[in-house]
């Protein structure tokens, strides 16, 4: 099986994948800390992740006749700065994960990976391949970290030497039985960047509150955020990059080009804009965006605390009407008018 392992990581870097690692079939190594993070509700509201929990920790549970796991990676830029054309009266602007600054990967990830997959069945017709990106029971960093795409840091994401973690990542669970690669070694030695920087404190070495977790706060959480947390959350409209910006390995390891399929979206919105949408105008936003993941209500529930942010050092009139409006506006979601009375209360308190 080896020219066809060498034939398919070929295969993938003809595709615009970054890397390609093949993983054992094997049961996570962590099943103890997995269980133990679950109950202790440190997986905050995100309930799939207790769902079909024995699929998610076996990859044989999940796919009967595993045998390999086929990991790739797309390593991604970020957007060009969507400040350029700004003007002295603008509002203040909330920052979007680097992620979500192009189109959609559980997409375009996912249809190259299709791709690999059809060619494999064509040389390989009685052998099964699953496809998974990110929604499948999958621990698909695990797996990862079990070939030579890279380990796991202490903020908990997928580290390569050279390409750092601004890593996208896609497997195929399948039924031959490949040879697998030899693991990278941990490299983050006495590192504590990552945790020293996080705003909310929510990492220790290798483990993430996500309850306290800007990028969960802002992306999957529904109800109102702790205004505790408000101030840490600072400017980020949607998810956080810290602990990444911050790590060694990411500093020159931006890549030159996009991978295929991808395109540049905003890295950024006005968030007095954001303050006026409608449904309508936050589907237009986020065509072909992961960040149609945040419902409207959310997204003006971030933007009101990103806005009471920036208030504190500038102060910008009609962003401020805006919020005091919300908070009295009976056609607002009850989320919206709970955050914008808080955000008000609290820069009146700091008068």
Same mark, same amino acid.
């Given at each position: ?11 993938t870097?003809?595709?615009g994948?970054?890397a390609?690692g ?5 049961p ?5 800390h997995?269980?133990d993070?679950?109950a202790d509700g440190r997986?905050?509201?995100m309930?799939w ?7 998610r ?7 009967p006749d ?5 990991? *790739?990676?797309d ?5 060009p ?9 603008d509002?203040?602007y909330?920052? *979007? ?8 990967y ?16 064509t040389e ?5 391949f699953?496809?998974?990106?990110d ?15 890279g380990w796991?840091g202490k ?8 390409l750092g973690?601004h890593?996208l ?5 399948t039924?031959l ?9 941990d490299h983050?030695?006495t590192?504590t960047r990552c945790?020293d920087?996080c ?7 290798w483990?993430v ?11 999957e959480?529904?109800?109102p ?5 408000h101030?840490a959350i600072?400017?980020h409209?949607?998810?956080c990059?810290v602990?990444?910006?911050v790590c060694?390995?990411?500093?020159g390891s931006e ?6 399929g991808?395109?540049p979206?905003?890295s950024?919105f006005?968030?007095?804009?954001v303050l006026?949408w409608s ?15 945040a419902?409207l209500?959310q997204?003006?529930?971030?933007a ?5 942010n ?6 910008h ?14 056609t607002?979601?009850?989320?919206v008018?709970?955050?914008a009375?808080?955000?008000i209360n609290r ?5």
């Amino acid at each position: 099986m080896s020219a066809s392992v060498d034939h398919i990581k070929q295969r993938t870097l003809e595709l615009g994948f970054a890397a390609c690692g093949i993983a054992p079939a094997q049961p996570t190594a962590h099943r103890r800390h997995v269980v133990d993070w679950i109950a202790d509700g440190r997986h905050g509201d995100m309930s799939w992740l207790a769902r079909n929990l024995n699929l998610r920790l076996d990859p044989a549970k999940f796919q009967p006749d595993a045998r390999s796991i086929i990991c *790739v990676a797309d390593h991604i830029s970020a957007a060009p700065a969507a400040d350029g054309n700004r003007i002295p009266s603008d509002s203040p602007y909330g920052r *979007v994960a680097r992620y979500a600054q192009i189109s959609d990967y559980h997409k375009v990830l996912k249809k190259r990976l299709h791709r690999l997959a059809d060619d494999l069945r064509t040389e390989h017709p009685d052998a099964l391949f699953r496809v998974c990106v990110d929604t499948a029971p999958v621990l698909e960093r695990e797996h990862a970290a079990r070939t030579a795409l890279g380990w796991v840091g202490k903020h908990t994401l997928l580290l390569h030497p050279q390409l750092g973690s601004h890593l996208l990542l896609g497997v195929i669970v399948t039924s031959l039985d490949l040879p697998h690669d030899t693991p990278h070694t941990d490299h983050c030695g006495t590192c504590t960047r990552c945790i020293d920087a996080c705003p909310t404190q929510c990492i220790t070495p290798w483990s993430v509150d996500a309850a306290r977790c800007i990028s969960y706060l802002t992306i999957e959480h529904r109800g109102p955020i702790d205004p505790q947390l408000h101030e840490a959350i600072g400017d980020h409209l949607f998810g956080c990059d810290v602990c990444q910006d911050v790590c060694p390995f990411n500093q020159g390891s931006e890549p030159a080009d996009l991978p295929p399929g991808y395109e540049p979206r905003a890295s950024e919105f006005n968030l007095l804009t954001v303050l006026g949408w409608s449904e309508a105008d936050r589907r237009a936003a986020f065509v072909k965006s992961a960040m149609k993941r945040a419902k409207l209500p959310q997204i003006k529930r971030n933007a009101l605390i990103a806005a009471a942010n920036a208030l504190r050092d500038t102060d910008h009139k009609a962003l401020r009407d805006r919020a005091r409006a919300i908070a009295t506006d009976a056609t607002e979601d009850d989320i919206v008018r709970e955050t914008a009375r808080d955000v008000i209360n609290r820069l009146n308190a700091e008068r």
